[in-house]
Every structure is written in structure tokens, then in C-alpha cells.
């Protein structure tokens, strides 16, 4: 059982560059999310999902989009990276209201 | 959106020694969670709490969900060093049933 896996685990950008962060589930999770991690700021929602085909907005959406095409997967596409979002990316998935099960995160610089 | 206020912010603390740490909300919370993360990897479920007034155990910690509805608190007895790492409370707020809101986290330092 692996959990949730994310690719990569590093990542470094030039501004303006796009790239997909990966994010897959083993477990038939059906709720899943995206949060980034910036010092002394706790987790924030980035979007979040309740079942594929379902997607919605967190607290801080923007320069960010996700799809949900299967129940297993849930990337989070940078449109154009923005030095704003070097920051650490942890995905995360639940059943119901059970706790939630995060990724090993994604460390991302934007220079 | 929803905020959580956890302190302290860092705490050091001598081997042994009984630590507490809480999270007030100015909002109703439906479910109360506690994670622990260690450097360089996700954060990890301590304890799940999902009525007023709950107070459950895993080990040494103990963790409880205010009679309120608007607080918890984590209690972590006869420290040890494997207990240093990034404390953080996190719910879900009345009416947003399935957005996980985080506090800004307790660092827990323990000194041998």
C-alpha cells in the first residue's frame, strides 16, 4: 500500500514556466486536496476535491488548476510560475471524514 | 476563510517533562485533528476528535474538543526526544464540511 505518492519531490522553475505537480492515491480515497506549506503559515488550500469530475477552489487558487478524471489521480497544473509560489506542495486524500493521509510533498523553487 | 489560532508558536521544553498546546476558532468546528510533522516529510494524524466535549488518548498524547466547539488542545506527557517536530490542529468548520483548515502550527523543541 503506498499511500499518497507525489512526483516529483523536487523542482526548481523559471518564472513563467508551467508544470504539473503529480499526485496519486492507492487507498479509494474519494475526497482529495492540494495545500502549500510556507513558513510560520500552517497548510492553506490551494483546490480541492470530493470525487472525480468534482473540482473546487481552496483559500488560494489563483495561478493554479486542477482536474479530477479519475479517482486515483489529482494533478495541480502552474500556469506560469510566479517566484510567489516557491513554497512546499502536499497532496492529501480522506474517506468521509476520517483523517486525512498527506503525500511526502513536492519542493518547489520558482527563481 | 476560516482561521485558526494554535499556540504557543515554539516551545522547549527538558526531557520528561508534560507538554500542552491549543487552537481557538472564532467559528464552530465540527471535527478537531492533530498532526505531527517531522522535517521533510508530510504531516501525519495524531488524533481524530469529532464531537463537543470528546477526550481521547493515543499513547501519551491526549487531545480534547472544547465543550464550545471553537477549541482544542493537545496534551503530550513525559516527553521525549522523538517528540520534536511541528505540531499542528486543523478542522473543519461548521458549513464547510469537507475544507481542512490548518493552524500555523506548535515547534516543539525537547532538550536531553
Given at each position: 500500500?503506498?499511500?499518497?505518492?507525489?512526483?516529483?519531490?523536487?523542482?526548481?522553475?523559471?518564472?513563467?514556466?508551467?508544470?504539473?505537480?503529480?499526485?496519486?492515491?492507492?487507498?479509494?480515497?474519494?475526497?482529495?486536496?492540494?495545500?502549500?506549506?510556507?513558513?510560520?503559515?500552517?497548510?492553506?488550500?490551494?483546490?480541492?476535491?470530493?470525487?472525480?469530475?468534482?473540482?473546487?477552489?481552496?483559500?488560494?487558487?489563483?495561478?493554479?488548476?486542477?482536474?479530477?478524471?479519475?479517482?486515483?489521480d489529482f494533478p495541480l497544473r502552474l500556469l506560469s510560475a510566479a517566484p510567489s509560489q516557491t513554497s512546499v506542495y502536499f497532496?492529501?486524500?480522506s474517506r468521509g471524514e476520517a483523517g486525512y493521509t498527506f503525500g511526502s510533498g513536492t519542493r518547489l523553487t520558482v527563481v | 476563510g476560516q482561521q485558526l489560532n494554535q499556540s504557543p508558536q515554539s516551545?522547549?521544553?527538558?526531557?520528561?517533562?508534560?507538554?500542552?498546546?491549543?487552537?481557538?476558532?472564532?467559528?464552530?468546528?465540527?471535527?478537531?485533528?492533530?498532526?505531527?510533522?517531522?522535517?521533510?516529510?508530510?504531516?501525519?494524524?495524531?488524533?481524530?476528535?469529532?464531537?463537543?466535549?470528546?477526550?481521547?488518548?493515543?499513547?501519551?498524547?491526549?487531545?480534547?474538543?472544547?465543550?464550545?466547539?471553537?477549541?482544542?488542545?493537545?496534551?503530550?506527557?513525559?516527553?521525549?526526544?522523538?517528540?520534536?517536530?511541528?505540531?499542528?490542529?486543523?478542522?473543519?468548520?461548521?458549513?464547510?464540511?469537507?475544507?481542512?483548515?490548518?493552524?500555523?502550527?506548535?515547534?516543539?523543541?525537547?532538550?536531553?
Amino acid at each position: 500500500n503506498a499511500g499518497v505518492t507525489q512526483t516529483p519531490k523536487f523542482q526548481v522553475l523559471k518564472t513563467g514556466q508551467s508544470m504539473t505537480l503529480q499526485c496519486a492515491q492507492d487507498m479509494n480515497h474519494e475526497y482529495m486536496s492540494w495545500y502549500r506549506q510556507d513558513p510560520g503559515m500552517g497548510l492553506r488550500l490551494i483546490h480541492y476535491s470530493v470525487g472525480a469530475g468534482i473540482t473546487d477552489q481552496g483559500e488560494v487558487p489563483n495561478g493554479y488548476n486542477v482536474s479530477r478524471s479519475t479517482t486515483e489521480d489529482f494533478p495541480l497544473r502552474l500556469l506560469s510560475a510566479a517566484p510567489s509560489q516557491t513554497s512546499v506542495y502536499f497532496c492529501a486524500s480522506s474517506r468521509g471524514e476520517a483523517g486525512y493521509t498527506f503525500g511526502s510533498g513536492t519542493r518547489l523553487t520558482v527563481v | 476563510g476560516q482561521q485558526l489560532n494554535q499556540s504557543p508558536q515554539s516551545m522547549f521544553i527538558q526531557e520528561g517533562e508534560d507538554v500542552s498546546m491549543n487552537c481557538t476558532s472564532s467559528s464552530i468546528f465540527n471535527t478537531w485533528l492533530w498532526y505531527k510533522q517531522d522535517p521533510g516529510e508530510g504531516p501525519v494524524l495524531l488524533i481524530a476528535l469529532y464531537k463537543a466535549g470528546e477526550l481521547t488518548s493515543n499513547g501519551r498524547l491526549t487531545a480534547q474538543f472544547g465543550i464550545t466547539r471553537k477549541d482544542s488542545f493537545l496534551n503530550i506527557s513525559a516527553s521525549i526526544p522523538s517528540d520534536v517536530g511541528i505540531y499542528f490542529c486543523a478542522g473543519h468548520a461548521a458549513g464547510s464540511a469537507r475544507q481542512l483548515t490548518f493552524g500555523s502550527g506548535t515547534q516543539l523543541t525537547v532538550l536531553p
